[in-house]
Nanobody
Framework: QVQLVESGGGLVQAGDSLRLSCTMS????????MGWFRQPPGKEREFVGAIGWRPRTTSYADSFKGRLTISRDNHKDTMYLQMDSMKPEDTAVYYC??????????????????WGQGTQVTVSS
């Protein structure tokens, strides 16, 4: 059974950069498209970005473009989210998710079968 664990969350200042990690166990990591979602307080969960199982396949939500870099290390079974120029509105619980061999609809949470427990990110102004 695939299990995902996020790490790297915490309290940051506006303008700082942050890197989150998501590590998989129980699955063959390279086979999975991996996604990042977040849920701000009092709001619905939203798509942040994803990295496909195929090489050089990434997708970012338009509202984040230019501030995000998603990468993966298949040797470490880990995906990363680098977010620059953090803003108070980036405060949210950040979740990672996995979808085996997914090639499309990266922004649709319905394609992801496994989810992490989430990591809190708080950005102070």
């Amino acid at each position: 059974q695939v299990q995902l664990v996020e790490s790297g969350g915490g309290l940051v200042q506006a303008g700082d950069s942050l890197r989150l990690s998501c590590t998989m166990s129980g699955g063959t990591f390279w086979m999975y498209t991996m996604g990042w979602f977040r849920q701000p307080p009092g709001k619905e969960r939203e798509f942040v970005g994803a990295i496909g199982w195929r090489p050089r396949t990434t997708s970012y939500a338009d509202s984040f473009k230019g501030r995000l870099t998603i990468s993966r290390d298949n040797h470490k079974d880990t995906m990363y989210l680098q977010m620059d120029s953090m803003k108070p509105e980036d405060t949210a619980v950040y979740y990672c998710a996995s979808s085996i061999y997914a090639d499309s609809d990266f922004d649709a949470d319905r394609i992801y079968a496994a989810w992490g427990q989430g990591t809190q990110v708080t950005v102070s102004s």
